[in-house]
């Protein structure tokens, strides 16, 4: 891709002032076998995050609102639902730490396996979903926003979601509901939606 070719030039540039091209790619953590998103086995169902919403909801102001609470459990089940089965995604790590997503990716960089992390804030009001990835780097080189702007295009072409710099917007949830917050604290991401009057007879 021609953004990685020019992220490549990038980094090997930076790599040669800092000491050695190799170095720079080798990531700081490598991703554990047991982390990987394939071979994550889910303790849950899609059907636990269904139940927690229902137990919770309270209804108010001609609508139905309610909360419930994401864990790595959780999140493993619904980006392995989330992705095709081919994904490069899969490879990856996705693990929630204090208020975010840890996230690591092997890519093949020329000659060089190195590995894109970052940290991902989940933030969420109006049906609309902002992941904002912050300090990514490839290997131990920081990635300019720039360039991870690039780079977010390419790979989303099609999606429907929206980049600018290190933010990707997701405006089309396509849900039966209306997403009101998003909060990730203590590891977990919990979700507050609701629902008005015609959304609830529709859903029944």
Known sequence: MKVLRKLLSLVIVLALIGGGVTYALTPSVDIKKSEKLENIKSTKTINDLNSEFARNVSYKNSKAVSTAKIDDDLLALILQNSVGKDSQLLEGSFKLVGSGIEAKL????????????????????????????????????????????????EVLTG??????????????????????????????????????????????
Do not use: M
Request: glycine share 10%; no cysteine.
């Open 106 to 153: 092997p890519v093949k960089l020329g000659l060089w396996n190195t590995q894109i992390s970052t940290k991902i804030r989940v933030l969420g009001a109006n049906n609309k979903v902002e992941l904002i990835l912050e300090d990514a780097k490839i290997g131990k080189v920081p990635i300019p926003d720039f360039a991870l702007e690039k780079y977010l295009k």
């Open 159 to 204: 999606t429907g979601v929206s980049i600018n710099g290190n933010t990707i917007t997701i405006k089309s949830l396509g849900l039966p509901l209306k997403v009101e917050g998003i909060e990730t604290v203590g590891g977990k991401i919990t979700v507050t939606a609701s629902l008005n009057n015609a959304q609830l007879l529709a859903y029944r």
